[in-house]
């Protein structure tokens, strides 16, 4: 009666932390995947994708005004056409594959089963539905920043390179020595 007693205390002492121990599993690839659903993710890396190639075309026609002075009649409608075909060629369930074992590496079961619950209440609901608009606006806000930052540091590069090529050219040339 004794070791049925020790065994059933160590069993109910045991218990929390058996408990504790299936919350900190690792998240399996049906927890991540049910989680994606939960946050459209499809949908949304589409509509993030999209977001992410206005700003790049604005970018790079910012990019060609500015060295260039004035951008091909023709170089808006052929860069839209190029973006479409590289927005329906990504193979986002490929992506969302490979994404799989990233998120098993940084969250347990209890983290996955949390943010599942997080997004599928309204309030998470509405900050997928938001976060596209949310993205597009706070990027053509930095657009400028950026844009400004890139053309600095352009420059800077362009002038690294001619520094690098003067130094090459004198070290090649004995006759400067």
């Avoid at 946050?39 to 970018?59: A, G, K, P």
């Avoid at 053509?140 to 540091?153: C, G, H, N, R, V």
């Avoid at 690294?160 to 090649?172: C, F, I, L, P």
């Amino acid at each position: 009666m004794r070791i049925f007693l020790m065994a059933t205390l160590c069993l109910a002492l045991s218990a929390p932390g058996l408990a504790q121990s299936a919350d900190n599993d690792s998240a399996t690839k049906d927890d991540i995947i049910l989680y994606l659903r939960t946050m459209h993710s499809h949908d949304l890396m589409q509509r993030t994708i999209e977001v992410q190639f206005q700003s790049i075309e604005q970018l790079m026609h910012d990019q060609i005004l500015q060295e260039k002075g004035t951008v091909p009649a023709e170089f808006d409608a052929h860069m839209k056409k190029m973006m479409e075909e590289l927005r329906k060629g990504l193979p986002i369930d490929q992506i969302t594959d490979a994404m799989i074992p990233a998120y098993q590496n940084h969250f347990t079961r209890r983290d996955i089963q949390a943010m599942n619950a997080f997004y599928a209440s309204p309030v998470g609901q509405k900050v997928l539905e938001q976060l596209p608009a949310v993205m597009q606006e706070g990027m053509q806000a930095a657009m400028p920043i950026m844009s400004k930052y890139l053309t600095e540091w352009k420059d800077r590069m362009a002038k690294d390179v001619k520094d690098m090529e003067q130094r090459s050219s004198k070290a090649a040339d004995p006759a400067v020595h």
